[in-house]
């Protein structure tokens, strides 16, 4: 169910609606857009008496949801959701360049990559910290000794910095530490952490599980959503399929079919899609075509010497030609607003 | 690395081997056999100082492991790993029979399934009171009062009860109530929830992700193992695949190939796979008949009015026979214990 | 559409039938059954005037068949279908027991293998002699020289014999030399050798594309059955999954699935999906437990000296042993009719 | 096996190392490149004699080639491989533009589609006339009758054509009419049909098989090049996956992976893989990213009216806009030669 205001609806109005909805028994979730704002609600099991809502000063109409996902949906909110992470936008036009080490490794080595690729056009700097592994032997990651490299780097970079959070326990010490905080695949559907996730005021970057479905996939953002948490960033990184020749095949189609669907800005991981350096690149390109907002990948100064997935991590040379050609692309297929299926 | 101590070994001889490994900076486990102890490592990184292990008292032989599971290997362990919950055995040739709804709606329903399934052959009770639903706005379970009804069951019935945690948070308040602390699909790599399984005292049935190879789903357990606690029950309930007739595809060769590989109980789920009532059967019939050390279904008095899951949950009728059918298939193709690979 | 004719029609009255239908422009498929005979009625486009059929002597109704496959469907013929090859019956409650070396490569071989496994049970025997490969340099078959062996041995032996035709060019070949014409996985759409096959007196083996769905298994099927050969056993034989401890992911829910909505005999091969000796024969159990009609599995005297196939072919022995189990089952969970959903 | 020959071989020369190669039992493959002739060599089993090969004149040096793929491969021939079809150049940096209805469905309406699409940048018309169908009650194509309209297309528009061939029976009856034949998916691994293209003067487009690896899909073309007809072209065109948002799961990691192993060019069919309109140009445009040699895409002036694949059909405007929008990625992205892994 969404409420749809007049374009000069007035705050109090929208807060008469908002305290309405909550006397029913059910969630308000005010949506500003540039035009209007919108009210999303949720809760509801059965029937709502809308003829109660729709009389209501301010209101332009009532609109049933008919998607389960009801936030994350353009029926809700047609425009791009736009992200601001300490000036930098993701969504809405922008295109995200985010790279750097899958795991930080030490300072020296962290600030070498971050003030390359910073150079070469890279807008947010990532690197793991908590890492989750397949087997219970191999390098977790430095935990809270990353996280504070990390911090250190944007104090010298401006860069923001984004990392992954494993579970609830650490959660809030990533959060704490980090502007973006990253969801894995394996987590996709861990909810509570997306709870957790919904309830903070940072940004989330949620990653599609291997074998989940867009379907899935938008519930799951629903999830963080309907705790009151709208900076959601969705991240396709590959899926789980017989084709052997990849570590994961890439769904590119994924990209236009969630734009369609929902207003959250869609970012494409193609270094874990790819497991090898030398097809990442075409796929970074290849994404940016097809729509996506930005790209996350990894970029290492000596990939052969790398903790983690050195194989698949760009040399500091291969990334900085790679933006070259994403902006060319960017520039010869500019981004268009929302494009209603016809 | 695994120690393998000598038949009359005393418990002194493997104490002091223990304290050896300890003092190298590694971490012991020791396996107790029908026939011997042995003693698996881990944490080791690069090459052990076999020569001073070998030299100790009561040690027959040194052999290092290939596979990245170590405990949950049967190089380590040959002989079959029994679970006893209060008296039911689960692995070494008994067959378990673990049945009941999807998700515990109330006593009364609850109690009249349990009745009629352990009348009818069950060992185990399930019940789902905590439960991880793709939507956010789904039922989500009862919650602890639905562990409280399962509690009430097993007083009644006698019979141990299984219900799943979903997360760190709520694995304490799970595991004060149930026999058998399930971990679901979509957990299993859930890296935090594997360790906290590892530090319990209960045994642990681990469901397969559904996009989950053999030895990712033997690392996830080996997470568990690794911790201490080596009650572990693997639990194969279909994966995802393009064939759409079913809601997953059994993957009924993972059961020998489990049985091969892993000294631990492998149990079968038919109910998830199938996704209807008709299918269920014939694929637990298939289970025991491939090897299996057990089913579990979902089971219910009234499935067309079932919370979740009816449309594949057996009628108590169905599962009568069933278990009839199940036992005259274990009477025919007799258990037995270790087949190596010829 | 399907034309359900009197109890006690004469063949008069079908004959007529038949010919009202071919004045419509259709084509009609008349299927006798134990207690009555079924006309099937394909080649209509739009609504057909079903008023001038049901007024016909002999006619007790006409009925709308909604799948698409119309001729392999239950829903046009309710009793299982029966396939007899020399006395040897497939489908309706027998178990085939179909075995042999995986290519036929010299007489001694081949007669070697087919007097043990006869002596161990088989009913059929199975050897190639045109092969299917995926690379052009490798061994393709003995071709018309295989054939002319698999001859000899059915008249020593008498056993019936199948093997796989490749192409509508050497179809009529392999038709005159055996029992059961084979058509593999590779070809399951190939429509030209289905017309083929269905303008066969030969009874066809049509084995399920790896990447098949039920419904496509089912239509290429229909193709067989639309050209006037009703003589189709199915086999279920692995469809590509990420699974990787396997060739192939056996679809062990296949078979109910197939038995509920056809009438053909359903056989299943568990060699081609194991893709290793000792995996053959658990799958093989699971699926006569499921309720496959038969199986197929390759054996060999000496499988380490095999052209083909060796790691998955059964010793002599290893098969024995397992025709005894086979059976054991059977006995335990006796074959049943039609078990309609409930 | 591989046999280099001097930049300033005569052609006296090659033609005797390809005698001496007969000689050996085994077949010669000239393979002429801009440099220098290369000769393949299949047939061997086992080690050949290679110093034989190395003393003859114009021999410059004899590589063993470690893939089964020969002939398709980079090692064999590193150049890009440009396949010229009356004039219009498809493979090394020229984009090839396949445009056309999915069936030829009558003269006016492939000619009305025929004349726009040429206006609009297309290169080459596509047009079905016979259709492979999985039931075997659909619209089948036109036959000859599509054929002979294909044929008064390229009279008057000067396009090449490209249709399907679908078996050994009428491959000779398509070759006669069309200028590059197509072999569709389900016809991957029907090797009699290879064989059968394998012997044609007449270009041949390859298309992946839903479920066929790069590797099974390399081979498949090997079998074309082995029976000596070098013009193959590529085509993917979707895999089968869990993913069901689009028909197939565009592979669209394959574009570099075989343009890094093979010198064939690689065209890419989003219309099948995405099932739906609004994907099909994103898609296109990722493809050309990517690195592709060209799109095939399905085009109609009616979609709502198609005999077959209506959804999935650009209206004859979007195919204009989009043949822009590649163009643009092309200027933006040039085309390079060979770029090897680094």
Redesign the interface.
């Known amino acids: 169910m969404l409420i749809v205001m007049h374009k000069d609806a007035t705050p109090a109005q929208v807060a008469r609606v908002c305290n309405t909805i909550r006397a029913m028994g059910l969630a308000p979730h005010p949506i500003p857009g540039a035009q209007r704002v919108a009210i999303g609600i949720?809760?509801n099991k059965g029937a709502v008496d809308t003829g109660r809502l729709e009389s209501l000063a301010g209101v332009l109409s009532v609109i049933p949801v008919t998607q389960?996902y009801k936030l994350a949906s353009r029926e809700t909110k047609p425009e791009d959701t736009v992200i601001d992470v300490n000036g930098i936008k993701i969504g809405g036009g922008s295109i995200a360049i985010i790279a750097g080490p899958c795991a930080v490794e030490n300072l020296t080595q962290a600030m070498t990559i971050a003030r390359s690729v910073k150079r070469s056009g890279a807008t947010v700097m990532r690197g793991g910290a908590f890492k989750?592994?397949?087997?219970?032997?191999a390098f977790q990651g430095l935990g809270e000794a990353g996280l504070k490299i990390l911090k250190k780097i944007r104090r010298a970079t401006g860069m923001p910095v984004i990392s992954e959070a494993?579970?609830?326990?650490n959660f809030q010490l990533v959060e704490s530490y980090v502007d973006i905080v990253q969801i894995g695949a394996?987590?996709m559907?861990?909810?509570?952490?997306l709870k957790k996730a919904g309830r903070s005021a940072k940004p989330v970057m949620l990653k599609r599980?291997?074998?989940s479905?867009?379907?899935?996939f938008l519930?799951a953002a629903?999830?963080i959503l309907?705790e009151g948490n709208y900076q959601v960033i969705l991240c396709e990184r590959g899926?789980?399929?017989?084709?052997?020749?990849?570590r994961y095949?890439?769904?590119?189609?994924?990209?236009?079919?969630l734009k369609?669907i929902t207003h959250l800005p869609v970012v494409v991981d193609p270094s874990h899609?790819?497991g090898k350096?030398?097809?990442v690149v075409?796929?970074a390109?290849?994404?940016?075509?097809?729509?996506a907002d930005g790209v996350m990948v990894e970029v290492h100064d000596r990939p052969e010497e790398a903790l983690s997935d050195g194989p698949q991590s760009l040399t500091l040379e291969?990334f900085r030609e790679m933006v070259g050609?994403l902006k060319?692309?960017v520039?010869?297929?500019p981004r268009r607003g929302l494009?209603p299926?016809?």
């Open positions: 949720t809760g389960p989750p592994r397949t087997s219970p032997y494993l579970d609830t326990d394996r987590n559907q861990n909810y509570s952490l599980g291997i074998s479905t867009i379907h899935e519930l629903e999830y309907a899926i789980r399929t017989f084709s052997d020749h990849t095949t890439l769904d590119i189609s994924s990209i236009p079919e369609r899609a790819a350096r030398d097809i075409p796929l390109k290849a994404a940016i075509a097809a729509g291969m050609e060319a692309i520039r010869a297929s494009r299926r016809s």
